[in-house]
């Protein structure tokens, strides 16, 4: 079968996606150590586990819709990556396992069954259920910030102001919350950080990465430039109205590990893209 708009097979842009997302994948297990690493196991084990379930219940259907499951597991290892590399370090490995089963399931399975396509980006609306969920549990201590952040921290800074964005990247130099002391928040912003999204902890290595992925298949490179270019854009915005450096509030939201990720490998998912360029 080709994907909607590269002429390659299902399988080819696959394993040439996989083979892509290992940068960051190898980045963000490097920098945040084995938390990041336990994550990104359990969520391609979990969406390979279910991969071969669910094509053992299609065996014994005696209604099957025709591809709903590829032969090869290559499109789950590629789920279970982007689910592993699109949750913060600290999210606990069942609740990672938890979104990547769910991906599978739900919104790669279920939908292809309900509407023969999908409509919506499998592991993105996985996560926001899921975390959605997580925050409505009012049991848990602190939801909103175990729900929908895992770092509890981040909330007590005001990015809304010159003097709290300011006392925020003091704060992050002198305290390697950007992943090294011995790096400048600047540096650390674009070479190595640990907030954020596993697979953003190099913006330039995934930046790379996506350009890789965007030559190797094809990919919609349009969109990934207009939605940094966006994103800088409404930085730069932010800098002006609040009196801040323009330049780091530039640096600091385009490069934050879940826009870069989710510019090159979310944003362009090729069943729930846009059909334009």
């Known amino acids: 079968m080709s994907a909607p708009h590269s002429g390659f097979t299902e399988n080819q842009m696959m394993v040439r996606t996989m083979i892509a ?65 699109c949750v913060g370090e600290l999210s606990p490995w069942f609740v990672t396992a938890g979104i990547s089963a769910m991906t599978m399931v739900v919104f790669k399975w279920g939908q292809e069954k309900a509407f023969g396509r999908k409509v919506v980006n499998p592991a993105a609306a996985a996560k926001a259920l899921v975390l959605l969920g997580l925050t409505l549990m009012w049991f848990i201590p602190n939801p909103l910030a175990t729900g929908q952040l895992f770092y509890p921290e981040h909330m007590m800074f005001d990015l809304f102001s010159a003097e709290g964005f300011t006392g925020a990247m003091e704060f992050g130099e002198q305290m390697g919350f950007y992943g090294s002391e011995n790096l400048s928040v600047t540096q650390s912003l674009v070479i190595w950080k640990r907030h954020g999204w596993i697979g953003g902890a190099s913006g330039v290595l995934t930046v790379l990465s996506g350009v890789l992925l965007a030559l190797w ?26 009196n801040t450096d323009v330049a780091m509030r530039v640096a600091f939201h385009t490069f934050t590990g879940s826009v870069v990720f989710l ?5 362009t998912e090729p069943q729930t893209t846009p059909v334009t360029h």
Request: net charge positive; charged share 10%.
């Open 263 to 267: 510019a090159f490998y979310m944003a």
């Open 21 to 85: 997302m290992l940068i960051p994948a190898v980045a963000g297990a490097l920098a945040m150590g084995i938390p990041a690493l336990v994550n990104i196991v359990a969520a391609v084990v979990t969406a390979v586990i279910c991969h071969y379930a669910l094509k053992a219940i299609e065996a014994r259907s005696v209604i099957r819709l025709h591809e709903t499951l590829y032969q090869r597991p290559y499109s789950a290892i590629v789920a279970g990556l982007i689910v592993g590399l």
């Open 217 to 242: 298949i094809k990919l919609k490179w349009r969109i990934s430039v207009t939605y940094l270019v966006s994103m800088a854009l409404l930085a730069a915005g932010v800098g002006v109205a609040t």
